[in-house]
């Protein structure tokens, strides 16, 4: 049997030895996510989940901003190398109504990745967006 923790914010989570983390679910008004806490480079779980308590509500209330700086940062590459033959470009809308959150992963001092499916956008793949505490949102790539 896994081993689970509860915590007040990040809700149940299980350890996945194998993958050193722990995983839960969670869920706002218009989307369920996993949730992953990493134990990499933290001196203990007690850390990990203090860390991930600190940054986790942030993070949520920031779903639509990692939305829009993904459509900021891909849909112009969909526009102009992504295209389906016969497919014409998608609007800005169509762009963020299709990302989904899937996961929310939690990593060393708050760094985290907020994972998106896409539908068929990029044949598909996955988004991933970047963000840390201190620079706010960094990246956003293809993956997949």
């Known amino acids: 049997m896994a081993q689970t923790r509860h915590d007040a914010v990040l809700g149940t989570l299980a350890l996945q030895e194998g993958l050193n983390w722990y995983e839960g679910q969670q869920a706002t008004d218009s989307e369920t996510f996993k949730v992953y806490v990493s134990l990499d480079a933290f001196p203990g779980e007690d850390e990990a989940f203090a860390t991930a308590r600190t940054v986790f509500p942030t993070l949520v209330r920031a779903i639509r901003n990692a939305k829009e700086f993904a459509r900021d940062r891909l849909l112009g590459l969909k526009n102009t190398t992504w295209l389906d033959s016969g497919e014409t470009p998608i609007s800005s809308e169509v762009f963020l109504k299709t990302l989904r959150l899937q996961s929310l992963a939690i990593y060393v ?14 044949a598909g793949h996955i988004v991933l967006v970047s963000w840390n505490k201190t620079e706010g949102f960094s990246d956003a790539i293809i993956a997949g």
């Open 109 to 122: 001092d708050g760094d985290s990745e907020f994972n998106f499916t896409c539908g068929n956008l990029f």
